[in-house]
């Protein structure tokens, strides 16, 4: 692994620095989680589009600049560095995205892509169920044939951005009668403002409704809008999860620049001696986060993929947001459990870490068993 940055990647650094330097808002945007909030970011990922700035690594002819893995780690780097808001269409541009370069056909790509990258359509992911989340390969939902297309039906929950998103990806039962859960399965998207779709917010501790439920009833489908053949929709799933374990979903650059506002809140704050460790551990956490991506990326480049790996990551930084949160939590102390902060939000945010993208337990037994050769744990 070579950490020397080219000369193309510094002038990289420098044109992406210059450029958030004068368009970062001064002020922060409203949660995200709110309607006025999710109004500002769909705004804010217009602005990015415009200079080819939301969606850096993607093609030119989708709003992209053609940058490679190592060109977005730097990105992200300054992104986060400037203070840039989060990215309300990161489902969309992290999960769906690399599955439709993977999967979709010419025509999805260029029907569905540019609107994403522009933040014109916001997508919601509609994976779990209420029996059916770890073990997804369970789920009922069910998308039956009909002219020209499918009929949905059921019930996804914990979906995210759902609330006020534009469009949904998931996966659905095509043939109830196939000989295993995991086959039979087709991706599907879909309009989340269609007949037959109700969405019912989820309210978040702090009552922002981060996720939601979505009911489906007949809810036609056109053939367009299948992602690869159906009854291949584990297979296609699966590619996202690994993008969703792995290097897309949290950058380093987020977690380096935490780790800094940390630091400065730490001796904002009086250098409290107790947390002094704490707040060493979460800059010794960013930075090893960043060199096992910067190795992960080095694979990537050298055209191998990441596998059951992608579970060492989602372990780590899902953990690790969580005590990140918690020691400038303790720093603030009472007033970072009444104000409504980024560090409150963020802490909010940080407990479904372990839970969402397959729960943590989920990801150890897969740790033990494909990393580490160790006997196959006993099921439920």
């Given amino acids: 692994m070579d950490l020397t940055h080219t000369p193309d990647e510094d002038a990289f650094r420098a044109e992406a620095r210059e450029w958030l330097t004068a368009n970062v ?118 998308a039956v044939r ?95 999860t690994g993008n969703e374990r792995g290097l897309t979903l949290r950058s380093p650059g987020r977690f380096l620049a935490a780790a800094d506002r940390l630091t400065a809140l730490w001796r904002a704050q009086g250098e409290d001696v107790t ?5 060493a551990d979460a800059v010794i956490g960013a930075r090893a986060y960043q060199l096992f991506t910067y190795a992960n990326a080095s694979r990537f480049a050298a055209g191998e993929t990441i596998g059951a790996e992608s579970s060492l990551n989602k372990v780590f930084w899902s953990e690790y947001d969580i005590a990140l949160h918690e020691t400038a939590l303790e720093l603030l102390g009472t007033d970072g459990e009444l104000a409504d902060t980024a560090w409150s939000e963020g802490y909010v945010f940080s407990l479904s870490g372990p839970i969402y993208a397959g729960t943590n337990e989920i990801q150890r037994d897969i740790i033990a068993e494909r990393l580490l050769g160790l006997p196959r744990g006993r099921r439920a």
Avoid: C
């Avoid at 602005?47 to 850096?56: E, G, I, K, M, Y």
């Avoid at 009929?151 to 659905?172: C, E, V, Y």
């Avoid at 000989?179 to 599907?188: A, E, I």
């Fill in 146 to 240: 009909t002219e020209g297309g499918w009929l949905l039906s059921g019930q996804k929950t914990w979906s995210s951005r759902a609330a006020f998103a534009d469009r949904a990806f998931g996966i659905f039962r095509t043939d109830p009668e196939a000989p295993k859960p995991h086959q039979g399965l087709t991706y599907l998207m879909f309009d989340l403002k269609a007949p037959g779709v109700t969405v019912r917010p989820i309210g978040r501790l702090d009552g922002k409704p981060a996720f939601a439920e979505l009911f489906l009833d007949q809810v036609f489908v056109p053939d367009e809008d299948v992602i690869g053949e159906p009854g291949q929709g584990w297979r296609i799933a699966m590619s996202t």
């Fill in 275 to 279: 947390l002094r460790d704490r707040v």
């Fill in 25 to 142: 808002p001064s002020e922060p945007l409203p949660s995200l989680e709110t309607e006025e909030g999710f109004a500002a970011h769909r705004e804010w990922e217009g602005r990015l589009a415009t200079d080819r700035w939301s969606v850096v690594n993607w093609p030119a002819e989708y709003g992209g600049r053609g940058a490679d893995i190592f060109r977005w780690l730097v990105f992200e780097e300054e992104y986060y560095r400037a203070g840039g808001p989060g990215r309300v269409s990161q489902n969309g541009i992290n999960l769906l995205a690399p599955t439709l370069f993977d999967y979709a056909t010419d025509e999805q790509r260029a029907r569905v892509l540019p609107p994403m990258a522009s933040g014109e359509v916001i997508w919601a992911q509609a994976w779990s169920e209420p029996e059916s989340g770890s073990d997804l390969a369970s789920l009922r939902s069910t």
